[in-house]
């Protein structure tokens, strides 16, 4: 149950008489749970909650338009506390972080509500009865569900818990009432990669169009995993492997069901040493927070606002990860050539996370800073945004006032392709 704290004007819940201080015990005969239950109230035309009010219970009800907010504000956050994760995943990236990081990085998520709204993966390997039958009620929809492999046995291996429901009925379950969901594989090489790998691509193309899509992304290794399972990288030689293994698919789906379906993420062209694909090879991005297509699509923003640019530039230095460094290079001698900007571009070695770890937005301040020092930096500084998170704050809690006060020079964290060439290039006056 929860209370109000405040009723919007005009809304239904103030037409039927809701008022501050009033405790919402159901709402359309059912119990309102959270944010997934108030949203699927807020799409009924009809309003009916039963509330206490100085501990009388009462019934109040009103007609709205569909999907019009239902109007109330309460006492404390709808989402409640989150569901963390009690698996033991051989790969898992939490299990590898190093010591001394705040809090929050510590912590699991294993929550279909949080995969609902913000598109967190979740494995779905110990959810109860009674939450599957809720997310089905709600028509919860899209999920994000990480399914690594669909043979049973070695899922279990890989997520070190005996126990996990098996993902084969759930996922079919899930299709049967509508449910649609993106999928990834972390590959670990050994575990779920080969046959594994073609049975899983397999089993959720037969579930297209609930099943949605397939990322195939390379298990990231870090420095610090003392006691962890052993686990081998992703080679060169495997990247390729995959790739063309990823493509041949890609070929039968276009052909079969009209989309590519399955994608590898970036890592395994630059593993590779191959070119990426184009921004359209990806279908609209559906799966960019997992590293799929989030090159193609920055080289695409940068490429356009080049076309509005003067021959005015900038005086600056760039710090990208190594995986980035060659793509931004590139963009960055475009802006020399085309634009007359003076640039200093460099490459940033991870040694907050070391291991294997080499992308952009991994890096931390320290490192940023261990890059650049003593090093010609111009007038500003561009790194990626994607190190932040919203209150400016590197995973190894520097701020980024400390850095930039360190070096002397603003830094100015760019987030897409648009941004990194309208900082390096002034833009045309519009007429």
Not at 30 to 36: K, Q, T
Not at 260 to 278: H, M, Q, T
Not at 303 to 311: N, P, V
Request: charged letters at 25%; proline letters at 3%.
């Amino acid at each position: 149950m929860f209370e109000v704290k405040a009723v919007d004007k005009g809304s239904a819940a103030e037409r039927a008489g809701i008022l501050a201080g009033d405790i919402i015990v159901s709402v359309n005969g059912e119990a309102l749970l959270d944010y997934v239950d108030y949203i699927s109230f807020c799409a009924h035309k009809n309003f009916k909650a039963r509330v206490l009010r100085n501990r009388k219970a009462l019934t109040l009800h009103s007609r709205k338009d569909e999907h019009e907010d239902i109007g109330l504000v309460f006492t404390r956050p709808l989402l409640g506390k989150k569901s963390v994760c009690s698996n033991r995943c051989v790969f898992c990236f939490v299990d590898q972080l190093p010591r001394g990081m705040r809090k929050s990085l510590y912590v699991k998520d294993e929550d279909w509500r949080y995969s609902l709204i913000m598109g967190n993966y979740v494995t779905m390997s110990t959810i109860s009865k009674a939450e599957i039958s809720r997310l089905m009620r709600r028509k919860a929809s899209p999920l994000y569900i990480s399914v690594h492999t669909v043979d049973e046995r070695q899922r279990r291996i890989m997520l070190g818990n005996q126990s996990a429901l098996p993902i084969r009925p759930l996922l079919r379950r899930l299709a049967r009432r509508g449910i649609c969901f993106h999928t990834q594989a972390v590959i670990c090489p050994g575990f779920n990669d080969g046959k594994r790998l073609f049975d899983t691509y397999r089993f959720l193309r037969g579930l297209y169009p609930s099943a949605l899509s397939l990322a195939v992304v390379p298990v990231g290794l870090t420095g610090h995993r003392e006691g962890l399972c052993s686990l081998l990288p992703v080679t060169p030689q495997m990247a390729r492997e995959t790739i063309k293994e990823v493509e041949k698919w890609q070929q039968e789906c276009l052909n079969g069901i009209g989309t590519r379906f399955v994608f590898a993420a970036d890592e395994y062209y630059i593993r590779a040493g191959l070119d990426l694909p184009s921004a359209e090879h990806y279908e609209g991005f559906s799966q960019i927070e997992n590293g799929v297509g989030l090159m193609a699509q920055f080289l695409d923003e940068a490429k356009e606002a080049f076309l509005s640019c003067t021959g005015k530039g900038a005086h600056a230095s760039i710090v990208t990860g190594e995986d980035a460094y060659p793509y931004i290079k590139t963009l960055a001698d475009k802006a020399v050539n085309e634009c007359g900007a003076r640039l200093h571009v460099y490459a940033a070695k991870n040694d907050t996370f070391s291991g294997g770890v080499s992308v952009s937005g991994l890096l931390g301040g320290h490192d940023i800073l261990r890059a650049v020092s003593g090093k010609a930096l111009g007038e500003k500084l561009l790194i990626s945004a994607s190190a932040l998170r919203a209150d400016n704050v590197f995973l190894d809690g520097m701020t980024l006032g400390a850095l930039s006060a360190a070096l002397g020079v603003p830094v100015l964290p760019v987030a897409d392709g648009y941004a990194f060439v309208q900082s390096l290039c002034e833009e045309k006056q519009k007429e």
